[in-house]
């Protein structure tokens, strides 16, 4: 059974880069039907989809994220990484890492991160 | 990029009543929605996958259905333990869109 984990500073600086890794167990990251995802919620509000990679490095982001968020891989260390730049007090928000079932929809999520965007 | 609204916003049930939870989507979904459960302090859980299909290890109870762009989420006697917020989700290749979520709260 798949286990995600999402790690990371839980405190970010409005205008700089947000970082989060998430680290997969029981599973290969790099298995070719496994798609993997970053989904965030601000404080008491809904859900919001980030960002989608696939082990080859294919990516798929969010319109309205596009040209702040980066997704990227590293099969050796069985991660997926999240980088969302020029953060504001808006990004605020539990961050979580999730996989992608052979259906597309998400089975498996981490337990979350709160990252706080405040100087 | 299609837009999921789900009603209402507050459900207040007892246990034992039957929950009807409603999403309507801006256009054709060509049945790739999903419904969530989520608890407070968790990760949502997958209930139904492509409009109707349940997910694995979930109650017989929770069952899914709609045709074109209105869906509905059913939950045909609530346990204490089904009383959460619930999100209907749309897939479109990897992008996902969520809708604004259900709560369902004991009466």
């Known amino acids: 059974q798949l286990q995600l984990q999402e790690s990371g500073p839980g405190l970010v600086k409005p205008s700089e880069t947000l970082s989060l890794t998430c680290t997969v167990s029981g599973g290969s990251i790099s298995r070719n039907d496994y798609y993997w995802g970053w989904i965030r919620q601000p404080p008491g509000k809904g859900l919001e989809w980030i960002g989608t990679i696939y082990y080859s490095g294919s990516t798929y982001y969010n319109p309205s994220l596009k040209s702040r968020v980066t997704i990227s891989v590293d099969t050796s260390k069985n991660q997926f990484s999240l980088k969302l730049n020029s953060v504001t007090a808006t990004d605020t928000a539990v961050y979580y890492c999730a996989h992608y079932d052979s259906s597309g929809y998400l089975d498996y999520w981490g337990q979350g991160t709160l990252v706080t965007v405040s100087s | ?107």
């Open chain 2, 1 to 107: 990029e299609v837009v999921l609204t789900q009603s209402p916003a507050t459900l207040s049930l007892s246990p034992g009543e039957r929950a009807t939870l409603s999403c309507k989507a801006s256009q054709s979904v060509s049945g790739y929605l999903a419904w969530y459960q989520q608890k407070p302090g968790q990760a949502p859980r997958l209930l139904i996958y492509d409009t109707s299909n349940r997910a694995t290890g979930i109650p017989a109870r929770f069952s899914g259905s709609g045709p074109g762009t209105d869906f509905t989420l059913t939950i045909s006697s609530l346990e204490p333990e089904d009383f959460a917020l619930y999100y209907c989700q749309h897939r479109s290749n990897w992008h996902l869109t969520f809708g604004g979520g259900t709560t369902v709260e004991i009466k």
